[in-house]
């Protein structure tokens, strides 16, 4: 019975002890060196400690490698089965707002009640055999475990397990018998730990490969194909190259998730989902069902049309403006403030994502993978975002702006540029770039239900400031922006172009940037603008960090 269970630590507890396992403070810090090989051997001792070994074995499992699109490919596997009426098991990283985004069955995030069950089931059991030669798991190895333990307890049909960083080394690489593995599109990210080739990125991909295990990959450079091609020779590897989707394969029907490259991902997921279906005797089953005739199953085009990834080309709708200080909404405030979130952080995926944004507001595609905060949910009723937009269309004036942040380790000389061309290329400009610190830290884990101050002001800038001076380089051609310029103001901690940014987007000032000291002041300054100036409609383009994505998300919907 429930109540005889032992009373279990609080949650915000848990998230404590979940982050003592960092062992970085920030990305791409340097750590005591621990060789890859003792990192798999540590991986192995810890599923044994906790008794998996053979459980693991016999979980039927799709595993995916890649640098872009493997979070969407698995993604679209999970939502096609569960259609297929399978029990699913999905698990993903990183997570945008809680952890347990990371744990999903049959669809949904892991509850907080079986979170903590199973967390403190496996915390317990590899810390009471910890050695001197054997310390608790870093983080991702946790987490990868607890993916394990949660999909084995729950007795899922099919676990689709995404690679964290990597391949070979990959704590996921445990996995010694999958049903079926991908590698979705290969491109230059991490290059500190996986090398500085495309070749070298590739070989670590090409690592999950299992012998004799059919693997699906994606077009690829010849470069990657090759090392690719070449791994899957040695381990007697069916290789295929999965053909992308497109809107006549599915037959109008919009994916669930937006931007013309999901159908480069939607491609290998159908590929991966029909080859697990076919090994474990379920296709059989399928054509029976009445799927004989098409090219792609009804219940594929179901899970393709609904599969949803926060934080990857999603649309949010912010009515927070409509309904501040105020009982009844605004008719012509509605959809004045509209948030673009995407998580893109290499070159190709920031490419990807210029591509989406300048279509979506270019009007080319609508109603596409939307969400809208709780503000919406509670005070807009059955309302259509996406009607009410194109109804203000005529009588609203548009404004892009970039809100932007990304890890010190990435490379906003690529970055920066890509993002601006490729929007430029379809008519596309900023009015206004905003550079702002993220809330969440990399040496944290933080709940959903953690508290930020929007007081909370950053006391260095530094890396903001110069992200600010590489935008104006590129929008004037030379170092246009004074030191006087770049220095906060030591009493209130805003920047010295905060002031005057409200007016800046009335007037044809396409390269106006600002530094922001705070998320939560940056969000503030949004919804002032769209308050202040009813004529104008702000549609803000947040890349460069999943983590600024998460900050995002979370202050929307408190």
Known sequence: MRNSLPQLPSYESTMEALSSLITQKRRGEMVSAIRNEEKSMRMRKYVEILGIEECVKKLKIIHVAGTKGKGSTCTFCEAILRECGLRTGLFTSPHLIDVRERFRINGLDIS??????????????????????????????????????????????????EVGLGGTYDSTNVIEEPIVCGITSLGMDHMEILGDSLGMIASHKAGILKPQVPAFTVPQLPEAMDVIQKKARELMVPLEVAEPLNDKKLDGLKLG???????????????????WLQRTGNWERMLLNGCKGAKIPAAFLRGLSTANLSGRAQT??????????????????????????????????????????????????????????????????????????????????????????????????????????TCASSGVHFSKA??????????????G???????????????????????????????????????????????ALYEDS?????????????????????????RDCVRESPSIRLQVLVTGSLHLVGDVLKLLKR
């Open 112 to 161: 907080e009640d079986k979170f903590l069950q199973y967390f403190w089931a496996c915390w317990t059991q590899l810390k009471e055999n910890v050695t001197e030669h054997l310390p608790m798991p870093a983080l991702f190895q946790f987490l990868t475990l607890l993916a394990f333990k949660i999909f084995i307890d729950e007795e899922v049909d099919v676990a689709i397990i």
């Open 257 to 275: 998730m937006s931007g013309d490259h999901q159908f480069v991902n939607s491609g290998l997921a159908v590929s991966l989902c029909k080859c």
């Open 316 to 421: 949010v709708y912010d009515y927070y403006t409509s309904s501040f200080n105020s009982t009844t909404q605004s008719d012509n405030s509605n959809g004045d403030l509209v948030f673009y979130l995407d998580g893109a952080h290499s070159p190709e995926s920031m490419e990807a994502c210029a591509s989406w944004f300048s279509s979506v507001v270019k009007g080319n595609h609508k109603s596409l993978n939307s969400f809208r905060a709780k503000n919406v949910d509670r005070d807009s009723g059955n309302d259509d975002p996406v009607k009410v937009l194109q109804e203000a269309e005529s009588t609203k004036l548009s404004k892009q702006v970039l809100l932007f942040n990304c890890m010190e380790v990435r490379d906003p000389h690529i970055l920066l540029p890509r993002l601006v061309n």
């Open 434 to 447: 905003l550079f702002v610190p993220t809330m969440s830290t990399y040496s944290k884990v933080s709940s």
């Open 449 to 495: 239900n953690s508290v930020t101050s929007s007081d909370n002001i950053s006391k260095d800038l530094s890396w903001q400031l110069n992200l600010q001076r590489l935008w104006e380089k590129i929008m004037h051609g030379k170092d246009a922006i004074l030191e006087k310029d770049l220095k906060l103001d030591s009493e209130r901690g805003l920047p």
């Open 502 to 526: 409200l007016s800046s987007l009335s007037e044809n000032n396409l390269s106006s940037s600002a530094v922001m000291p705070s998320l939560p002041l940056a969000i503030k300054w949004l």
